[in-house]
Nanobody, 115 residues
Framework: QVQLVESGGGLVQPGGSLRLSCAASRSIFSIYAMGWYRRAPGKQRELVAE???????NYADSVKGRFTISRDNAKNTVYLQMNSLKPEDTAVYYC?????????WGQGTQVTVSS
């Protein structure tokens, strides 16, 4: 099992940047994949970005070129660097860990993009 704690959310103006962090309670070497999802008002939760233990990465089309997912194995942490933020990026962002048999989720962190 693994516990996930997100941080770094907040209020930012359009065009600004924010970095989210997800700290895992165990070595992420043993986790198949880590990812970021988000749920915007009135919408279903959707994939933003994910990175596998082999460093394979994929992004949602809506964030390609603006967001970057990365991990620091020594710190058991995955990051989401968000640049050129748009109001449409406003959502609760969730960290996910994929282990054998099931997924684990963090509690989420609110990101609000507004002028």
């Amino acid at each position: 099992q693994v516990q996930l704690v997100e941080s770094g959310g907040g209020l930012v103006q359009p065009g600004g940047s924010l970095r989210l962090s997800c700290a895992a309670s165990r070595s992420i070497f043993s986790i198949y994949a880590m990812g970021w999802y988000r749920r915007a008002p009135g919408k279903q939760r959707e994939l933003v970005a994910e990175i596998s233990s082999g460093s394979n990465i994929n992004y949602a089309d809506s964030v390609k070129g603006r967001f970057t997912i990365s991990r620091d194995n020594a710190k058991n942490t995955v990051y989401l660097q968000m640049n050129s933020l748009k109001p449409e990026d406003t959502a609760v962002y969730y960290c996910k860990a994929v282990l054998i048999g099931r997924d684990y989720w963090g509690q989420g962190t609110q990101v609000t993009v507004s002028s």
